[in-house]
């Protein structure tokens, strides 16, 4: 096993003499001598570059309460920060990487790679390499486990797979869910679900219309026909609609009381 993660405990070991796992909180990073000159976004800390396995890293630590993840970007060989290679590179270095040290991985597919542990997970896809714990609601079975099935979508890619997950409605890294085999991200939501319904719909590339997504969509503005309809107690005589080329006939027919006019695609 690669001697920068503990393959019992799951302990990410920094060559700066600390030991990263699930019992950090906020207030064991802020002690730290992690913290000093560390950034924040949300529930994620970014600290300055550090060694591990002897390679220069970004880092990325999320608390909800304790450690839930921490996010690897290796820097480029000459020290410049990963955005500087394509993310197909960086990639493949960090598949390298985990396959030298942690050997074959629990599953893998074209969008990324998966290791399983008892204590949790190591992903690597999309650029970053993640390792992740379980929080209260527990793992979800590898990809290639028999057991009922249904389909998910990423919620990255809007691609949709057949996983075990049974009535499981989201599934993100810290379940241990499978890479995207499309994009390689890790948040899947199940099909048909009210979840899936509020989370697709305000995507950009959502056609309301047709009710899916594609490229190409554009957002119209709609009139009101000649009796405007009524939403919340109050007379609506504009309304904007996501629409993709396909379905922009049903706009000129009228949608749900609103209509195109005159062929115009003002947008909103």
């Not at 393959?7 to 913290?35: I, Y």
């Not at 992903?123 to 992740?132: D, L, N, P, Q, Y």
């Not at 389909?151 to 009535?167: D, I």
């Not at 007379?235 to 609609?241: G, K």
């Amino acid at each position: 096993m690669g001697r920068w993660i503990d393959p019992g405990s799951g302990g990410v070991n920094l060559e700066a003499g600390l030991t990263l796992d699930p019992s950090w909180d906020h207030g064991r990073f802020a002690r730290s001598r992690l913290a000093a000159g560390a950034t924040r976004q949300a529930d994620w800390f970014r600290p300055r570059p550090q060694l591990l396995d002897g390679r220069a890293a970004e880092l990325w630590l999320c608390f909800r309460g304790h450690l839930q993840e921490l996010r690897i970007r290796l820097l480029c060989g000459d020290g410049r920060p990963p955005e500087a290679e394509r993310v197909m590179i960086r990639d493949l270095r960090h598949w390298t990487w985990l396959a030298n040290g942690l050997g074959a991985p629990s599953y893998g597919n074209r969008g990324g790679v998966l290791y399983a542990f008892p204590w949790g997970w190591v992903h690597a896809g999309r650029g970053s390499v993640h390792v992740s714990y379980p929080h209260a609601l527990g793992g979800v079975p590898l990809p290639d486990t028999e057991g009922a099935r249904s389909e998910y979508r990423c919620m990255r890619c809007a691609n949709v797979e057949s996983l075990p997950y049974g009535h499981v409605v989201e599934v993100p890294r810290t379940r241990g869910g499978a890479p995207c085999g499309a994009c390689g991200e890790v948040a899947w939501v199940r099909v048909g679900t009210e979840a899936e319904r509020q989370r697709i719909s305000a995507r950009p590339d959502y056609c309301e219309v047709g009710r899916h997504v594609i490229k190409g969509v554009r957002t119209y503005l709609l009139v009101a026909k000649r009796d405007p309809p009524v939403a919340d107690g109050r007379n609506l005589e504009t309304r904007s609609v996501r629409c993709c080329e396909e379905h922009r006939a049903n706009l000129l027919a009228g949608f749900y009381g609103f209509v195109l006019p005159d062929e115009d695609e003002a947008r909103g």
